[in-house]
């Protein structure tokens, strides 16, 4: 069953992020430093000048060549170059340790903690980020292994912080007040106190 993330404002773009375990994965490895639509947006970007989203294939491009092909305009991000190296490594990690195919890093999982130390492993997924994507899985995507709130921290509870919390036009909205609110209040997503 398709999964239930609405973030991009383009139908297409979530049908693909909500059906392709890699655009997801992409989607989520983009979003910082942008809008989370334009972040999401990524994936089917790339898709339609590649014709494909197969880590295999990505990896197996000259880096440089790719990099080109997400620094076309319209970018795939703010930073198209460093961003754009990033979403090669992460597909050759992909193609090397998950069989070019994002979706079995949480096909067979069997405990939050385990999807978390997964993804904090795959190059461009720090810890706040991996806590987000767990979230994310499990919020939208039904893949919710045992432990997965813990694993995913703040992002686990109720409150409308991330991507993870997205599904509809209303709650991108909430999650866009809230993080104004957090800003406003020099608090991070965590509710930790902003570094000055």
Known sequence: MPGTLFITGDKAADTLLNTNGNALLLGMLLDQQVPMEWAFNGPSTLKSRLGHLDPK?????DIEQFVTICCEKPA???????????VHEICAALAADYKGNAVNIWKDVDSGKEL???LQALPG???EKSKIFVALLAKTQGVAPAGWREAAGKFGDDVPRSAADVFDEASLGRVREWKKAQ???KKDKQDRPLAT
């Open 57 to 61: 294939k990505i990896a197996a491009m």
């Open 76 to 86: 795939i991000h703010r930073f198209p170059g460093s961003m754009g190296k990033r």
């Open 116 to 118: 978390y130390r997964r």
């Open 125 to 127: 997924y720090g810890e």
């Open 183 to 185: 800003k406003a209040a």
